[in-house]
């Protein structure tokens, strides 16, 4: 069972302008939602993260919203560079009751940003 | 760099070798998690440590799967009798608490 479904699988967007990756999830419980933004041969690096009491956060061009009754949220890149080409994975955290906080990712788009 | 790093970097054994991966957290995290990652997928949990104590593994781990964090500091991942389906992979992560989640580079296998 796909806990964080993602989509699209993969994006192309011209320079300037603006990419939106969506995800959705089932499990109420979560509480934490990141975005990792991953290069190739590299592990991946947290973006931007909201909690479900947030509509919207907004840090520099990224910006996640985030609808909690349609358990719904998405990444947006405003201004897209070719730099931002890489893979981005949302995420979602719940306590486990052993003490972690293991994230459920999904699974993954490939943004490629042309010039 | 985030400060959490992996050792070896990349890894091709034979099917049915054993090896083991190396992960030093960022010092001052006391919480320590594995995740394995496949080919067109995200990352998936596999285990958590807290401080030594190995407090949670995922379905994911079986048998041939051990990790060990001794006195709290680096965290070591072994596989036994290796696998084709065991090719991926396999990140380190740690973070002191709730909230922002460092990963490695990650060690990626190869089992021919």
């Known amino acids: 069972q796909q806990q964080v479904k993602q989509s699209p699988q993969s994006l192309i967007v011209q320079k300037g302008g603006i990419s939106i990756i969506n995800c959705a999830y089932e499990n109420t419980a979560f509480d934490y939602f990141p975005w990792y933004q991953q290069f190739p041969g590299k592990g991946p690096a947290l973006l931007i993260a909201?909690?479900?009491?947030?509509s919207e956060k907004k840090e520099g061009r990224f910006t996640i919203s985030f609808n909690k009754s349609a358990k719904q949220f998405s990444l947006h890149i405003m201004d897209s560079q070719p730099g931002d080409s890489a893979t981005y994975f949302c995420a979602a955290t719940q306590y486990s009751g052993a003490g972690s906080y293991q994230l459920t990712f999904g699974k993954g788009t490939k943004l490629s940003v042309i010039p | 760099d985030t400060g959490v790093s992996q050792d070896p970097r990349h890894k091709i054994t034979k099917r049915g070798q054993n090896v083991t991966f190396r992960c030093d957290p960022i010092s001052e995290h006391n919480r320590l998690y594995w995740y394995r990652q496949t080919l067109g997928q995200g990352p998936e949990f596999l285990t958590y440590?807290?401080?030594?104590?190995?407090?949670?593994k995922s379905r994911l781990l079986s048998d041939r799967f051990s990790a060990e964090r001794p006195k709290g500091s680096f965290s070591t991942l072994e596989i036994q009798r290796t696998e084709q389906g065991d090719s991926a992979m396999y990140l380190c992560?740690?973070?002191?608490?709730?909230?922002?989640?460092?990963f490695g580079p990650g060690t990626r296998l190869t089992v021919t």
């Open positions: 440590f807290q401080n030594e104590a190995q407090l949670e």
């Open positions: 992560a740690s973070t002191p608490r709730e909230g922002r989640v460092y």
């Open positions: 909201i909690r479900p009491d947030v």
